[in-house]
């Protein structure tokens, strides 16, 4: 390969004839400093803060990064005089920079555990809508493996993909199509998630035998964001009913703020079924006799492609099938 290094705007890139350097080379040549450089550039936006997070001097970190530019044989950053920002190329290696930096520092956290005897880590991600299956599948877990230490982010499926990119959760409960690059991701699909309306356990409408739709017309919601598969599906659900979804609703994915809300207003909301049957089951709200023609897309184990799994993960994906 020529000395040139290949920007994301070249035509060698747009036609994909680019030979980059091989797997060897590369690890040959890369070092754990220089990565953490790309991600403090990609952070800070100057090579001069860059460096002094790094407590490195400035011709020091300029060096390192042209290492590393010429190490994979592309240009990383566009320099200007308002600073430095990454190239197309470049956010993908810093995707990945964070991917390693997070895997040392889960390595030495499971290294550290090991050697006190605090046992393995887990950190993982879920939806809303799959809240009960995985909390039954931790309640089992914990049962086999009592010294495990575990962290759960719930979010909606797109903030926990930016968390798996970056290393900070190993697997997660979601779906990976809200990706605009669904193909970097393993996904085991796991369930069809059934939703349904709820309203307060004092909602005049709670006692009813029927409703529909068009008797909610009028009323509060409480709906998920727009960019979420959960609201595109009600929306879909009006729209076979003639009706447009109402305008004033109050936005959240969460579960606990929803059912507060309803305890304390008229409002009725979207709630994966399974949720709202733990609730209901607690007296905390009702479910409303809504027929609902269609299913929201089925959520399942979203992981990064061909990664390696720690041996708890894999236990934890082995329970989670067994609840299914």
Same mark, same amino acid.
């Given at each position: 390969?020529?000395?040139?290094?290949?920007?994301?705007?070249?035509?060698?890139?747009?036609?994909?004839?680019?030979?980059?350097?091989? *797997? #060897?080379?590369? =690890?040959? &040549? $890369?070092?754990?400093? %220089?990565?953490?450089?790309?991600?403090?550039?990609? +952070?800070?936006? !100057?090579?001069?803060?860059?460096?002094?997070?790094?407590?490195?001097?400035?011709?020091?970190?300029?060096?390192?990064?042209?290492?590393?530019?010429?190490?994979?044989?592309?240009?990383?950053?566009?320099?200007?005089?308002?600073?430095?920002?990454?190239?197309?190329?470049?956010?993908?290696?810093?995707?990945?920079?964070?991917?390693?930096?997070?895997?040392?520092?889960?390595?030495?956290?499971?290294?550290?555990?090991?050697?006190?005897?605090?046992?393995?880590?887990?950190?993982?991600?879920?939806?809303?809508?799959?809240?009960?299956? *995985? #909390?039954?599948? =931790?309640? &089992? $877990?914990?049962?086999? %493996?009592?010294?495990?230490?575990?962290?759960?982010? +719930?979010?909606? !499926?797109?903030?926990?993909?930016?968390?798996?990119?970056?290393?900070?959760?190993?697997?997660?409960?979601?779906?990976?199509?809200?990706?605009?690059?669904?193909?970097?991701?393993?996904?085991?699909?796991?369930?069809?998630?059934?939703?349904?309306?709820?309203?307060?356990?004092?909602?005049?409408?709670?006692?009813?035998?029927?409703?529909?739709?068009?008797?909610?017309?009028?009323?509060?919601?409480?709906?998920?964001?727009?960019?979420?598969?959960?609201?595109?599906?009600?929306?879909?659900?009006?729209?076979?009913?003639?009706?447009?979804?109402?305008?004033?609703?109050?936005?959240?994915?969460?579960?606990?703020?929803?059912?507060?809300?309803?305890?304390?207003?008229?409002?009725?909301?979207?709630?994966?079924?399974?949720?709202?049957?733990?609730?209901?089951?607690?007296?905390?709200?009702?479910?409303?006799?809504?027929?609902?023609?269609?299913?929201?897309?089925?959520?399942?184990?979203?992981?990064?492609?061909?990664?390696?799994?720690?041996?708890?993960?894999?236990?934890?994906?082995?329970?989670?099938?067994?609840?299914?």
């Amino acid at each position: 390969m020529s000395n040139e290094l290949i920007s994301s705007g070249d035509n060698h890139l747009q036609q994909a004839q680019v030979a980059l350097p091989s *797997v #060897a080379a590369i =690890l040959g &040549r $890369l070092r754990l400093k %220089q990565l953490a450089l790309l991600t403090a550039l990609d +952070e800070q936006g !100057s090579l001069h803060k860059a460096a002094e997070v790094m407590h490195m001097t400035q011709p020091a970190a300029t060096k390192a990064l042209h290492e590393v530019e010429d190490a994979l044989g592309l240009i990383l950053f566009d320099r200007s005089s308002r600073g430095i920002e990454a190239t197309e190329l470049g956010r993908c290696v810093i995707r990945y920079a964070r991917v390693i930096q997070s895997d040392v520092s889960n390595l030495h956290h499971e290294l550290q555990g090991m050697l006190t005897g605090q046992g393995a880590r887990l950190a993982i991600g879920t939806i809303a809508g799959a809240a009960s299956l *995985v #909390a039954r599948a =931790l309640a &089992r $877990l914990h049962v086999v %493996q009592p010294e495990v230490s575990i962290e759960i982010v +719930e979010d909606s !499926s797109a903030r926990q993909l930016a968390l798996l990119d970056q290393g900070r959760i190993e697997l997660m409960i979601g779906r990976s199509m809200v990706s605009p690059q669904p193909q970097i991701y393993q996904i085991d699909m796991l369930w069809d998630e059934a939703m349904c309306i709820v309203a307060g356990v004092d909602h005049p409408l709670a006692q009813a035998q029927k409703v529909s739709l068009h008797d909610l017309l009028h009323a509060p919601w409480i709906l998920y964001s727009s960019n979420l598969p959960m609201r595109v599906w009600i929306e879909h659900e009006f729209k076979l009913e003639g009706l447009r979804i109402p305008g004033n609703a109050i936005e959240t994915a969460s579960s606990f703020m929803t059912v507060t809300l309803l305890a304390q207003s008229g409002m009725v909301a979207v709630m994966p079924r399974d949720n709202a049957d733990f609730f209901a089951a607690k007296g905390m709200l009702r479910i409303l006799p809504v027929a609902l023609k269609t299913c929201v897309e089925p959520y399942g184990i979203v992981t990064r492609k061909n990664a390696t799994l720690s041996s708890i993960a894999k236990m934890f994906i082995h329970i989670l099938h067994q609840q299914r």
